[in-house]
């Protein structure tokens, strides 16, 4: 349960008041107060970070409401977002290996012309050129990643599907 309930009585009247803590909520806020103090910016899901490479890098997970949020879990090619087993089985006939920027890539039809699943070539250099720093939450664990420009953005860790089901979050995937 991620709530708590605390009853709490006045000694004046001897009414008693009902307090529900949300821990879930409150983990949250210290997590993004967290990244915010070293220095990741708090920007809306559309916002296009520069990390000095060769291509800019999204603030959020496609999907998410907040930098911390895993945001949607999609498989390989579907550009609806309504990946099944059978959706990903006959896709995999027709999927290209590179996806970005093309009818399968789900940034592009989310996010309109502009925004494309990065590249095998632009992972490598999100990759090697920048620094990683593995950190934990109570709800989330994730890479803060610094580009060559000390810009940094936060890739929290979105765990893996498997058809409609949801596997470890302990992995990004």
Request: aromatic share 10%; net charge neutral.
């Amino acid at each position: 349960n991620s709530c708590s309930r605390i009853s709490i009585a006045q000694p004046d009247d001897n009414k008693e008041e009902t307090v529900i803590i949300n821990h879930q909520e409150k983990e949250i806020k210290d997590a993004l107060s967290f990244l915010r103090s070293k220095g990741i910016k708090d920007s809306s899901p559309t916002t296009a970070i520069d990390l000095g490479l060769s291509v800019k890098w999204a603030s959020c997970n496609i999907g998410a409401s907040n930098i911390i949020d895993k945001g949607c879990l999609v498989g390989w090619g579907d550009s609806s977002g309504e990946y099944t087993f059978e959706t990903d089985y006959l896709n995999k006939k027709y999927v290209p290996n590179n996806i970005a920027g093309t009818e399968f890539d789900i940034v592009t039809r989310k996010m309109g012309k502009g925004w494309q699943m990065p590249t095998m070539e632009q992972w490598k250099e999100l990759i090697d050129k920048c620094k990683w720093e593995w950190v934990e939450f109570p709800l989330r664990q994730g890479y803060i990643v610094t580009g060559t420009n000390n810009e940094k953005i936060f890739l929290p860790v979105a765990g893996r599907r498997y058809g409609m089901n949801t596997g470890s979050f302990t992995y990004g995937y």
